[in-house]
C-alpha cells in the first residue's frame, strides 16, 4: 500500500467569489509569510453535503462580513498546485449588497480586503485568481454570463 493518503488522491472542490461593487472587484492579499502575500478571490472549500452557491456564501461573509446578491456561475478552475495539491474551483460572481459591512474577519489568512478595478490586479496572484484571468472572462458584464473554464 502507497504513503499517499486518499485523501491526496482526488481533487478537492472549492468556490471562489469576484464580489462586485460600483464597477470594482473585492481583492484580499493572502498571508504568504510576514509582509509577503498573494491576491486572491474570497473563497474555499465546499462542505460535504453544501452547494457550491451556499458554500460561496458562506466563505464570503466567515472572510468578508459581506452579504451577496445572486450568484452567476461564471468560470470553473483547475488548480493544480502540485502532485498532492489538486482543487476544482467554482467561480460566481455576484454584487454585495452593504459594502460598509467589510471586514478582515480572518486576519491570520489575509493582510485585508480591497476594492480595485478587474484590470488593477495582474500580479503576485494565488493559482485559482491567476487561472481565472488565464480565461477570457471579465466581470460586470451582467447580461452576458457565459461560462469559462481554465484547465
Known sequence: MSDISTASLYPRAAVAAIVICQNKVLFGQRRLQSEYFEWQLP?????????????????????????????HLVAVTNNLFSAQNHSISLCFEAKCLDPKLLSTMEPGKCLGWYWKTWEEVNENLFLPLRKLKETDYQPLF???????SSF
Open 43 to 71: 473563497g474555499g472549500w465546499i462542505h460535504t453535503g453544501e452547494s457550491p452557491d451556499k458554500a460561496a456564501r458562506r466563505e464570503v461573509e466567515e472572510e468578508t462580513g459581506l452579504q451577496l446578491g445572486k450568484l
Open 142 to 148: 451582467k447580461d452576458k454570463y457565459e461560462m469559462q
